[in-house]
């Protein structure tokens, strides 16, 4: 399979625990995003991979929250210290090239639930 | 800031009949691309139609077209024959230089047979 994945698909989690999400996208795509999308919105940007450099970052993302992505490839998305608001669906995509007309891709997704 | 906006929450349409998808945009930009996006349930997000903003004509793709309005910043999303697998939600986006996307919220669409 080519498309992007992430893993888990689905997280249940004790308020104050760490999780950590991974996605593997295209494997020739240099852009990577992070979304998150909760029930009834659209999804909404957290932060943006060109390559390993992290360009651009929501303010949406807390402390709590780290991404990396080590060698331009795979990503992940650490939340620490989880609160209750934290549940969502955490949208991974990825996208090739330098125009912003290019068509992003995006995995099934990872649905957190904090309890 | 940019925004996106799509006033339908839901929308149905019978099987084969043609339905109209709304969406509006505010932006300060002159060089934008929007897109529309379509999540059928539990399944990822996949590219319905983009349109270039500098781009005149409408862009079509199949059973799906575009109406886009520059000057009143509104682009549209016909789905003509519309067919039981084009049941989903449905997302505007927007991007520019920044190469985030903005979406809307949503529109969820049912198709009776």
């Known amino acids: 399979d080519t498309g992007v994945s992430q893993d888990p698909r689905h997280k249940i989690t004790k308020r104050g625990q760490n999780v950590t999400f991974r996605c593997d996208p295209i494997s020739e795509h240099n852009r990577l995003y992070w979304y998150r999308q909760t029930l009834g919105q659209g999804p909404e940007f957290l932060t943006y991979?060109?390559?390993?450099?992290?360009?651009?970052k929501s303010r949406l993302l807390s402390d709590r929250f780290s991404a990396e992505r080590p060698k331009g490839s795979f990503s992940t998305l650490e939340i620490q210290r989880t609160e209750q608001g934290d549940s969502a669906m955490y949208l991974c995509?990825?996208?090739?090239?330098?125009?912003?007309?290019?068509?992003?891709?995006f995995g099934q997704g990872t649905r957190l639930t904090v309890v | 800031a940019q925004t996106v906006t799509q006033s339908q929450p839901e929308m149905s349409v019978q099987e084969a009949e043609t339905v109209t998808l709304s969406c509006t945009y505010d932006?300060?930009?002159?060089?934008?691309?929007l897109f529309w996006y379509k999540q059928p349930p539990s399944r990822q997000m996949i590219l319905v139609i983009r349109?270039?903003?500098?781009?005149?004509q409408n862009a079509t793709e199949n059973r799906f077209s575009v109406n886009f309005q520059k000057a009143a910043k509104s682009f549209s999303l016909k789905i003509s024959d519309s067919q039981l697998g084009d049941a989903a939600m449905y997302f505007c986006?927007?991007?520019?230089?920044?190469?985030?996307?903005?979406f809307g919220t949503g529109t969820r669409l049912k198709v009776l047979a």
């Open positions: 991979f060109q390559n390993e450099a992290q360009l651009e």
């Open positions: 995509a990825s996208s090739l090239g330098l125009g912003s007309n290019t068509e992003a891709f």
């Open positions: 349109q270039e903003a500098y781009k005149q």
């Open positions: 932006t300060s930009e002159s060089d934008y691309y």
């Open positions: 986006a927007y991007t520019s230089g920044t190469y985030k996307y903005i």
